[in-house]
C-alpha cells in the first residue's frame, strides 16, 4: 500500500490564485481528514469527511472547499489564496471513528506571495 | 491548538538516557489523549494513545502518564535512540459540530534532541 500520498510537495502562488492540494489513501479509509500546520504550531483541522459524499468544517475552513467523490480521494481547494495560507498542508485518514490512529501523507507546502 | 500545551520547545538527552516529554491539557472532556512523532519533512505518525478513564498505557519503549487531576499528560521514552530525534505533540479529542466523528487538537510540539 502507498499509504496517504499527497500533490504536489511544493507550491508557490501568487495572492489571488487558485489551486487544488490532491490526497488519495489506498486504505479504504472512510475518514479523511485535511490538516494545516504553521510554523512552531501544532496542526489545525481545516476540513474532515466521514465517507464518499460527506464532508463537513473543522475548525479553520474558511478560504477552502473540499469534495469527496470517491472513498480515495479528497481534494482541498484553494480559491483567491492569501499570504495567511502559506503553510505546510497535510491531509490524513483513519479506518474507525475515533480519530487517533490518523495516517498522514508527506505534506504539501505552499508559499503565497 | 492553543488549548493543549508543552512545556519545553526543546529536550536534549543522551543517547540511552530516557526522556520525558510533558503536555497541559485544558478540555476535561476529551476521551482520548494522543501522541504523534513527526521526523523533519514528513507528516505526524502516531505513537500511541490513551483513553481518559486510564492513567497509564505503556508500548514498545513508550509509556504515557495521564493525570486528570492536574490535566497533564507525559510520554516517557526509554533507552532513546538517534531515531527518535523528532518533535513530539500531544492531542487531545474534541466533538465535531457536524457529528460523526473527533477532532483533535494539537499543542505546539517538543522537539526532541538526542546527543551521541
Known amino acids: 500500500n502507498a499509504g496517504v500520498t499527497q500533490t504536489p510537495k511544493f507550491r508557490i502562488l501568487k495572492i489571488g490564485q487558485s489551486m487544488t492540494l490532491q490526497c488519495a489513501q489506498d486504505?479504504?479509509?472512510?475518514?479523511m481528514y485535511w490538516y494545516r500546520q504553521d510554523p512552531g504550531m501544532g496542526l489545525k483541522l481545516i476540513y474532515y469527511?466521514?465517507?464518499?459524499?460527506?464532508?463537513d468544517k473543522g475548525e479553520v475552513p474558511n478560504g477552502y472547499n473540499v469534495s469527496r467523490s470517491t472513498t480515495e480521494d479528497f481534494p482541498l481547494r484553494l480559491e483567491l489564496a492569501a499570504p495567511s495560507q502559506t503553510s505546510v498542508y497535510f491531509c490524513?485518514?483513519?479506518?474507525?471513528?475515533?480519530?487517533?490512529?490518523?495516517?498522514f501523507g508527506p505534506g504539501t507546502r505552499l508559499t503565497v506571495t | 491548538g492553543e488549548n493543549v500545551g508543552l512545556h519545553l520547545p526543546t529536550l536534549s538527552v543522551q543517547e540511552g538516557d530516557n526522556s520525558i516529554i510533558n503536555c497541559a491539557y485544558s478540555?476535561?472532556?476529551?476521551?482520548?489523549f494522543i501522541w504523534y512523532k513527526q521526523e523533519s519533512g514528513k507528516g505526524p505518525q502516531f505513537i500511541i494513545d490513551?483513553?481518559?478513564?486510564?492513567d497509564k498505557r505503556q508500548g514498545q519503549r513508550v509509556t504515557v502518564l495521564l493525570n486528570k487531576t492536574v490535566k497533564h499528560l507525559s510520554l516517557q521514552i526509554a533507552a532513546t535512540q538517534p531515531g527518535d530525534s523528532a518533535v513530539y505533540f500531544c492531542?487531545?479529542?474534541?466533538?465535531?459540530?457536524?457529528?460523526?466523528?473527533?477532532?483533535?487538537?494539537f499543542g505546539k510540539g517538543t522537539h526532541l534532541i538526542i546527543q551521541p
Open positions: 478540555n476535561s472532556a476529551s476521551d482520548y
Open positions: 469527511s466521514v465517507g464518499a459524499g460527506i464532508t
Open positions: 492531542a487531545e479529542t474534541y466533538e465535531l459540530s457536524g457529528g460523526g466523528a473527533d477532532g483533535l487538537t
Open positions: 490524513a485518514s483513519s479506518l474507525t471513528v475515533k480519530p487517533y490512529e490518523q495516517y
Open positions: 490513551i483513553r481518559s478513564n486510564m
Open positions: 486504505m479504504n479509509h472512510n475518514y
